[in-house]
Nanobody
């Protein structure tokens, strides 16, 4: 039922910063967990960062200390602030929303993705 649309990707030099946004079509207050995933060419899709409805965050080891996930509930928007970008961060980044009940995913929605390219 919720629709997600990512924006903010682009080309940046190594060491630079980008902020990705994920706009949701409805309130994100009740979404159990939202996250950012990425998929690089020839690689499996991986979880970058996640945030629960309670505000708990989790990050992939590769981005800890560099990326920050946050949400603005009144704006129905999820953000990923990416600092100190590295070429290995180059990927298509996807926004995801999961409704989890009793440990089981009951709904799972993805955005269309936004390209992030980090040049050396």
């Amino acid at each position: 039922q919720v629709q997600l649309m990512e924006s903010g990707g682009g080309l940046v030099q190594a060491g630079g910063s980008l902020r990705l946004s994920c706009a949701a079509s409805r309130t994100i207050f009740s979404i159990s967990v939202m996250g950012w995933y990425r998929q690089a060419p020839g690689k499996q899709r991986e979880l970058v960062a996640a945030i629960t409805s309670g505000g708990t965050t989790n990050y992939a080891d590769s981005v800890k200390g560099r990326f920050t996930i946050s949400r603005d509930n009144p704006k129905n928007t999820l953000y990923l602030q990416m600092n100190s970008l590295k070429p290995e961060d180059t990927a298509v980044y996807y926004c995801n929303a999961k409704y989890v009940v009793a440990g089981s995913i009951v709904d799972d929605t993805w955005g269309q993705g936004t390209q992030v390219t980090v040049s050396s």
